[in-house]
């Protein structure tokens, strides 16, 4: 059984990988319009709201500041691998890679683990546990009065147990046996000290399969029993030895080629991000359906959104592709050392769509935090240690007037032919990666195909971004009277050198910058023009970034970190690339909906032709609560994963 059921889940159906064909990306932007009708009839009001003296860099979301020791330092280590500003230094300054100074760890900590989240919805003692819950809760109160049975249905579909992990652990075995360390199954209690185990699972102390209560991870166990996948993925960073980098499973997804640790992280190009960059959620909550029974991702991930836009800028930011989630106890820990009171909030929804939704959505809220905190390290730096060249904290004239022609020339050179803005056009940092790699012995596995890194710029800026006004957060008419987004961003396809931005110093450096009369901008006044250039007008600071990046004379790491390799400042700045650096990386896989028997058959029939092909996929049972069509569905099911996986995991039973 698996928790997530989402309203979109049937829109992404069979949605492949899309390259930049205008036929993909006809059909993406159409899903996407789907997904914004849904809500955009709804009247929209903005809840958003950006304060220019917040300083995102030093609080949490309360505006308490941060310990100075809040980044836990041990990270490194934990992922197998000793930090060492020697060679990280000259790999990310200069991508030159010394194999002997890299001191890699032998034993299994250059593995990762997997985590599960598992409930045997079948168990007599979890229904009557689950029917209790519900009954004194108030959210279910009138609902169980009115509509008892669609309650009973959606809720017995969500539940439904389809012997689904025995077979995505045979997968995982399959393919995925040099990519774990360990695999931790995080599940209910049904009673004090009696945890759900699989009936088929060998129990024993030293298995690489574990079982983790919920009440070992929860740290207020007030908010305990838990239905809400939500509240217990707040609560990961708890679960005991758990790998730094670990994979997030669910018990319907599958894996169908192999993986290797690769497929999530590599010392030299961080993590690997899978996104859907044609499906965006906003940056603002717009609805929420107090009357709604199910509740699917949408408000999480709207909620997720609008914390994180309160800090980073309100952006639209990409749908988390429904496959295989890495995960950092080390950003977890970060996450919640800066969303304290969200997380207990998440924590305490015993079913989702409590406290209108308010949760936050690990997978989405990780991935993103990544992602920004390695454009904020950028930024920071150039802002502080090249742009204010003396480092007196002070924005004389010659400094801005030095960045001001830059700008100029590049703006100019942006409205020339490809061929000619490519001509010096510098190599990538994932270009030739794979060769890179297997110089310091890591392999990849071929599954997935890294796509771009985010040391060259921000993949998602936003296409022809207009950079003389703020990016509206609301959605527009077009002529059809359609809702569209205004701008979109670049996908995960398009080659960082195509990518185009002009950047209007007016606006984005606001008045005072561009005038050459006023000598001197001050410490307090150049930290508010930083915090708005790099968050709220989001789209300046991703131009900014792109022009230190791309510039084709000057472009580069050495635009932005620290000059003088031997100073504290750049070994900090080495530190923090290390820690949130990152890859978007695409594998193919299918997603789908088992509705009916004959559709299922044929979608279950064209899985198993397709079987060197799929990365992933995850089979999500949809069907309507008949006993006729549950039998015919589950039969047809059974025997799909008896073929797909007939060997039982060394860690069955055998019966
Ligand atoms: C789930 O519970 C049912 C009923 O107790 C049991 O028959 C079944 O074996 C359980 N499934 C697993 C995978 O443990
Ligand atoms: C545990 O959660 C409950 C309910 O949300 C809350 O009232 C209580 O203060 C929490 N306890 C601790 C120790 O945080």
């Known amino acids: 059984m698996a928790y997530i059921r989402t309203p979109i889940d049937s829109q992404v159906t069979y949605r492949r990988q899309c390259r930049s064909s205008p036929?993909?990306?006809?059909?993406?932007?159409?899903v996407s319009f789907i997904a914004f009708n849904w809500i955009a009839f709804h009247a929209f009001k903005s809840q958003f709201s950006f304060d220019d003296n917040y300083n995102p860099l030093s609080t949490d979301s309360s505006g308490k500041p941060l310990p100075p020791n809040w980044l836990d330092t041990a990270t490194e280590r934990s992922r197998g691998y000793r930090a060492s500003k020697d060679w990280q230094g000259q790999w990310y300054r200069w991508r030159a890679l010394n194999p002997s100074k890299i001191e890699q760890?032998?034993?299994?900590?250059?593995k990762f683990d997997i985590v599960y989240t598992w409930v045997n919805g079948s168990d007599p003692l979890f229904q009557t546990m689950r029917l209790d819950s519900q009954t004194n809760h108030p959210m279910f109160q009138k609902y169980l009065r009115e509509n008892a049975k669609q309650i009973d249905t959606t809720t017995k579909r969500r539940y439904r147990d389809m012997d689904e992990l025995r077979y995505s652990l045979r997968s995982t075995i399959d393919y995925a046996s040099n990519l774990f360390r360990r695999i931790h199954i995080v599940t209910?209690?049904?009673?004090?000290?009696?945890?759900?185990?699989?009936s088929w699972l060998i129990e024993k102390p030293d298995s690489p399969v574990q079982i983790v209560s919920h009440n070992t991870i929860f740290r207020n166990s007030s908010?305990?029993?838990s239905y809400n996948s939500l509240a217990i993925e707040s609560q990961f960073v708890n679960i005991p030895d758990l790998t730094d980098i670990f994979m997030y499973m669910n018990d319907d997804i599958f894996l169908g080629l192999k993986l290797l640790p690769s497929d999530l992280w590599?010392?030299?190009?961080?993590y690997v991000l899978h996104m859907e960059a044609s499906l965006l959620i906003p940056p603002i909550v717009r609805y929420f359906d107090p009357n709604a029974i199910t509740v699917g991702e949408w408000h999480s991930l709207q909620y997720s959104n609008y914390l994180l836009s309160q800090r980073f800028g309100p952006r639209h930011r990409a749908y988390i592709a429904h496959v295989i989630h890495v995960l950092s106890v080390s950003m977890l820990k970060e996450i919640q050392s800066i969303w304290p009171k969200e997380l207990e909030m998440t924590s305490a929804?015993?079913?989702?769509?409590e406290g209108q939704g308010k949760d936050i959505h690990v997978s989405f809220f990780t991935a993103h935090y990544i992602m920004e905190k390695l454009r904020e390290t950028q930024l920071e730096s150039f802002w502080q240690y090249r742009l204010d060249t003396n480092q007196d904290g002070i924005l004389d004239w010659e400094e801005r007037r030095v960045l001001i022609d830059r700008i100029n020339v590049w703006n100019v050179n942006q409205d020339q032919p490809k061929y000619a803005r490519r001509q010096h056009s510098r190599p990538t940092m994932i270009h030739a990666h794979k060769t890179t790699l297997d110089r310091i012995g890591i392999r990849m596995s071929g599954?997935?195909?890294y796509r771009q890194s985010g040391l060259d710029g921000f993949p998602h800026l936003l296409r022809n971004a207009d950079t003389s006004k703020t990016i509206p957060t609301e959605t527009v008419k077009d002529k059809n009277g359609k809702d569209v987004l205004p701008q979109w961003p670049y996908g995960n396809y398009e080659p960082v050198n195509d990518r185009k931005c002009k950047l209007d110093v007016n606006f984005c450096f606001g008045l005072d910058f561009v005038d050459p009369t006023y000598p001197q901008i001050p410490a307090e006044h150049a930290k508010r023009i930083f915090s708005r250039l790099a968050f709220k007008e989001f789209h300046c600071g991703d131009c900014l970034l792109e022009i230190l990046m791309q510039d084709p004379y000057r472009g580069g790491m050495g635009a932005w970190m620290p000059e003088d390799e031997t100073s504290e400042a750049f070994a900090n700045v080495v530190e923090k690339v290390a820690r949130y650096n990152y890859v978007l990386g695409t594998s193919d896989y299918s997603f789908m909906a088992l509705q009916g028997a004959k559709g299922a058959k044929k979608d279950l029939d064209n899985l198993l032709a397709r079987r060197d092909q799929k990365a992933f996929f995850c089979i999500n049972d949809d069907f309507p609560d008949d006993p006729v069509v549950e039998n015919e569905i589950q039969t047809l099911f059974k025997d799909f994963l008896d073929t797909r996986f007939p060997l039982p995991s060394p860690y069955e039973k055998i019966e």
């Open 223 to 225: 908010h305990l029993p």
């Open 349 to 353: 929804h015993q079913f989702r769509g």
């Open 23 to 30: 036929r993909c990306i006809v059909v993406a932007l159409s």
């Open 266 to 270: 590599t010392p030299l190009y961080g």
């Open 447 to 449: 599954t997935t195909v």
């Open 105 to 110: 760890r032998t034993d299994d900590l250059t």
């Open 188 to 198: 209910t209690e049904v009673a004090p000290n009696q945890p759900q185990i699989p």
